[in-house]
Structures are given as C-alpha cells and as structure tokens.
C-alpha cells in the first residue's frame, strides 16, 4: 500500500511525483516502458524547449483554456528556469523567452530522476485499469499484477506520436470514474491538401500569415509533398481548420502597391520577375503561371486578382485534413476540465484520483507551452495530496 500511484513517468508524473515526495508520502511510479521521460528526449529536437516565459492562458487551447490558470500561477516559467539551474542544466533561449537545454533533453530526464529516488519505479509495468474499494484505497491493475494506493495521479499523456509508447489508459480510467472526454485529434502536426496545389514548391519554407477564422498565426510555413509544415501549420493545427484557411504568403509587403509602382517605373518587366524579387522563383513562377506580358500591359483589376493569391490564398476546408497521430506532437481533447479541480488537479467526482499533463483537455501552443503545463499540472496535484 502506497501513499501515491503515479502512472506515467513522463514530464507531468515524475513532476508530481517529486511533490508527493517531498510532502512526505510514499509514492510507486508504474510506467510501461523500459525507461522514463521519453517525450522529453525528443521533445525540441532533442534539446527539449522545458518551457516559455509568455505561458499564460491565452496560449492553451481546450474547451475551456482558463483552467490552466489556477496552475500556471502555482507553478510559472520562472519556476521551471530555477529547476533548472538548481540542476545545472545550461540552457538558452531560442527566441526570447523560449527555453531550451544547451546540451541534451536527457539532462532534464537524469535530473528529474534524481528528484524522485525515494519512489520506487516500476517500468515495464502497464496499468489496465484502476478501481476503488469499499475501504476508500484503489486498486491499480498491471500487467505485472495489482497494486493499492490512497491516492493515485493519472499521467498517461496524450495518444499522439505512438512510436514512443502510448496507451489510452488514462481516458479510460476517468471514464471509469464518470468523467466526460472531450474527443482526441491529432495537434501541432502538418496539413494534409487533397491535390495539394503547392507541390512544385515543396521543400520551400517562407514567413507567412494564416488565417483560420478570427484567429492568425503568423510563423514560417514549410510546404510539402503532403501540403504544409513547420511551425505556422503546426500552429495553425490547434485550430478548427473544417471552414478552411487563408495564407498571406508575403506578409511584411503590399505586393498590389509593388506592382503599381512596377507599372510606372518598370513597366517592361514581367509579372514573375517582379514576384521573384519578394519570393522564392518557384512560388513566383506557379502565381504567374504562363503569363509572359509586360506588366505596363497588365490592368489593375487584373494585378489585384494575383495579388489576392499572394495575400489571401484560400484553401477551402473540405480539401484540407490534420496529419496523422504518429506525426503529431500534442492530443487535442482528452479527459474535460470540467468535472476537475483547478487548483488540486483532483477530481470532483472521485476524491484522491488527480490527472495531469496531456491526458487532459488541455493544449498549449507550440513553443515549451505543454512540456510547461506537464511541470504546472504535475507540481499541483502532487502538493496537494
Ligand atoms: C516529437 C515531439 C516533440 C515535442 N517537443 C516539445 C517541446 O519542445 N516543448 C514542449 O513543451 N512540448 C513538446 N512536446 C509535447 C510534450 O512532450 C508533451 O506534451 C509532454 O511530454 C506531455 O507530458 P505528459 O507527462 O502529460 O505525458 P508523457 O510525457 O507522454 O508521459 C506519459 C507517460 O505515461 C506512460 N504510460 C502511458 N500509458 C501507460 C500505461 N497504461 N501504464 C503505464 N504507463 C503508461 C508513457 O509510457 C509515458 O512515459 C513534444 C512532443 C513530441 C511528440
């Protein structure tokens, strides 16, 4: 019998387990595979961006993305920056305020092991279900037999980018328990195009503005053989893409402006000379199509309509689809906010069971903003056990 289960030794469990600790408890911590932090390893191309001194609410996404603040303000960037040095881990910051390590992801990993040697870790040891008994103690139920806690912390993460090991566990523990989940997609992955007209440019990566309602996002755009990439696709996948999406693709210049000053002082150029001038040949080359003229023998009306494409090319919602799981970085959905404690982690439908991290109905941009809410979600639930 144990004071604290952990399920999950990733970013939110083995966070929480190092609470749990140090208020005193005993904790086991039963992760499936062979070792701990696997996201984390991979997390920021191996240099893992551990957090972001802009995360507040207005950078999560959810059904309701307010509950992250009761967390967030227990636990801040500036917080996680004093864990790390506390550990020696150098870091540096990418753009500022987003953090990553200067040597290796599996620097935190070590460190957040040493946080938690008084657990007793069991790995390769795969939870099937949870119960609670008659006595008010659960049962936790593995492949490697049952074990009883008081108090047990779900921090099974998301769904996404399964390579690494994923189970669906920790939804259906809260389902269990007669908690709502909010439906799983994949997020902060690529854009699938059906007959993706950017082909010719894939491989081609340029600043961009997109659009996806009211919302923008403004980022470089990688362009595929499936469709698009890089972080402003990634960003734009946190949002619903169904009504479709408008690119600027030349968003610091008004091209319409460049070709009426064009006409009047240049007006013997052609239409994708003075395009290859602001973007890439081959992007400039597929707006102008064949078209050979002199720009002086262009009308305007005409100029605004390739200007549109630049500035505001539409790709209708019906051709568009997010990228699979396995290329995914985040699981949009999981377990609601709603019938979960804000500043516990607990729930409010069964007392001494708390999720934490990606399991829940809680994304963060793209940018150290969901390793962030892991360290927040998992510090609370485990100093408030
Ligand atoms: C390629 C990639 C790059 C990323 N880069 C960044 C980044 O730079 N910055 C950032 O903020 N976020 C990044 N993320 C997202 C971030 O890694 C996750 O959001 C974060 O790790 C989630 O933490 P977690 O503790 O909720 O889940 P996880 O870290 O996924 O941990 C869940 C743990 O539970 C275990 N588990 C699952 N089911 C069971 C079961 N049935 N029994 C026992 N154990 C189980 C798993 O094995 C795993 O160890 C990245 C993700 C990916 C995939």
Redesign the pocket.
Known sequence: MYDVAV???????LMAARQALQNGHSVII????EN?????N???GGH??ITNTAATYDRYFGENPQFVRGALSRFKPADMLDWAIRHNIALYQKTPGRYFCKTSASDVVKSLLSDVTGANILYN???LNVSKNADGYFSIDTNNGLYYAQSVIV????I??PV????D??YKIAKHFGHKIIPVRPALCAICINNNPFLEFSGISIPVIIKIGKNTVCDDLLFTHMGIGGPAAYRASLYDISNGLYIDMLPNANIFELFVTAKKNNGRKQISNILSEYLPSRIAKYIAGNDSRNIADIKDSELKQIAEKIHNYYLPGNTLKYHNMSAA??TYGGVSTDEISSKTMESKLCSGLYF????LDIT?DLG?????W?WAS?FVAGNNI
Do not use: D, Q, W
């Open positions: 399920i999950g030794a990733g970013a939110s469990g039963l992760e499936m595979g701990p932090g696997r996201k984390i991979v997390s920021g893992c961006n040891t795969t939870v921090a099974t993460g998301g996404s980018y690494l090991g994923v189970t566990v920790g970085e985040v934490v991290g990606e399991v963060g150290g903003f969901n390793l962030h892991a998992g």
